[in-house]
């Protein structure tokens, strides 16, 4: 159960490979998402994924495709999820995607989000 804080967002921390980083849900994004310095902070070698480029709200960026080992919230694991890694200081929160969160059932009620595995 995540509840919706002042700016109306649900944030949360998950374990991504064993380490807490603090995460935005965003059913916006295709995949979960992350910056460089997330990236580092896990230990990512990120520079060895697959190069692509993204749009972002301040234009097109450099980034990388990557499969995260696992990404755990509130301790629902999911594994080898496919993530993005945006080179710079974008996203600001690593964006808790839909690679992830198609795995999980979501339902909001009054401010709160409950996610629960769905099988």
């Known amino acids: 159960s995540i ?8 944030q949360t921390n998950a374990s991504i490979n064993g380490r807490s980083m603090q995460v935005l849900v965003d059913t916006g994004a295709n995949v979960v998402a ?3 310095s997330h990236a580092q902070a896990l230990g990512l070698d990120y520079a060895a994924g697959a190069p692509a480029r993204v749009e972002t709200a301040s234009g097109t960026a450099s980034a990388w495709v990557v499969t995260l080992g696992f990404v755990d919230v509130g301790g629902i694991r999911v594994d080898n999820v496919q993530a993005t890694v945006v080179e710079g200081d974008f996203p600001s929160m ?3 995607g839909m690679t992830y969160l198609r795995h999980v059932k979501m339902e909001e009620t009054g401010g709160v989000l409950s996610l629960s595995r769905t099988w």
Do not use: E, G
């Not at 509840?3 to 649900?10: E, F, I, K, N, S």
């Open 3 to 10: 509840p919706r804080d002042a700016l109306m967002q649900y």
């Open 34 to 36: 992350l910056n460089s």
């Open 94 to 96: 690593v964006l808790l």
